[in-house]
């Protein structure tokens, strides 16, 4: 199975750190990304990693390790906007162009 | 740029009714859309790969005969909910998605939110 595993719900307070982790099965493995979806919203781009390490967008971060299956999406400086669900998406070569959807981490960003 | 429509944004209609939802690549050519269900509270399920002029290739567990998609052009892909029933009630969400643009990314359209009475 192509299996996607995430926490359901974390909560943090306004300016605080939250990382969000993400695991996945290595077989196949092609990249992986990160979406943000606000309630009745569709999912916004927030990242993709193919390769290892960090990479660093603003307040937000994805960092990948294809050997351990895991990656992890970091919100610094949080902002009561950033309360939302986040997606973690894999693509896997033997399903195509296709991609695996976890079933997203809810965040709760308190004041 | 990379931006795809969907509409309508928002249908109500009654249990045995058939509707149609439409998905549109605005500024670019989207050789794959991609159809998407989403429960409250729950992550997307994909329903069905489409690639235009060919036929579309749908999940297990979804009706074909049910879900119609029809992917007429580089451009239009349309989801139509036969004779639908309060428990098809979800957001649709599409996305579009083409080789050379952003690699495996996906663009997803605003949704649509399906009431059925």
């Known amino acids: 199975g192509q299996n996607i595993d995430q926490p359901t719900e974390m909560t943090a307070t306004e300016g605080a750190i939250v990382q969000i982790n993400c695991t996945y099965q290595?077989?196949?493995?092609?990249?992986l990304f990160w979406y943000q979806q606000h309630a009745g919203e569709a999912p916004t781009f927030l990242s993709y990693?193919?390769?290892?390490g960090l990479e660093e967008k603003g307040r937000f971060s994805s960092f990948l390790s294809r050997s351990k299956g895991y990656s992890y999406l970091l919100l610094k400086e949080l902002q009561m906007k950033d309360s939302a669900s986040y997606l973690c998406a894999a693509s896997f070569k033997a399903a195509g162009n296709k991609l695996t959807f976890g079933g997203g981490t809810r965040v709760l960003v308190k004041p | 740029g990379a931006v795809v429509s969907q509409h309508p944004s928002r249908v109500i209609c009654k249990s045995g009714t058939s509707v149609k939802i439409e998905c549109r690549s605005l500024d670019f050519q989207a050789t794959t859309m991609f159809w998407y269900r989403q429960f409250p509270k729950q992550s997307l399920m994909l329903m069905a790969t489409?690639?235009?002029?060919?036929?579309?290739?749908?999940e297990q567990g979804v009706e074909k005969d049910k879900f119609l998609i029809n992917h007429a052009s580089l451009t239009l892909s349309t989801l139509t909910v036969t004779s639908a029933h309060p428990e098809d009630s979800s957001f649709y969400i599409c996305?579009?998605?083409?080789?050379?643009?952003?690699?495996?990314?996906?663009?997803f359209g605003p949704g649509t939110r399906l009431t059925v009475l």
């Open positions: 290595t077989s196949g493995f092609n990249g």
């Open positions: 990693n193919v390769l290892d």
């Open positions: 996305s579009a998605q083409t080789p050379g643009l952003a690699g495996d990314e996906q663009f």
């Open positions: 489409s690639n235009e002029g060919s036929k579309a290739t749908y």
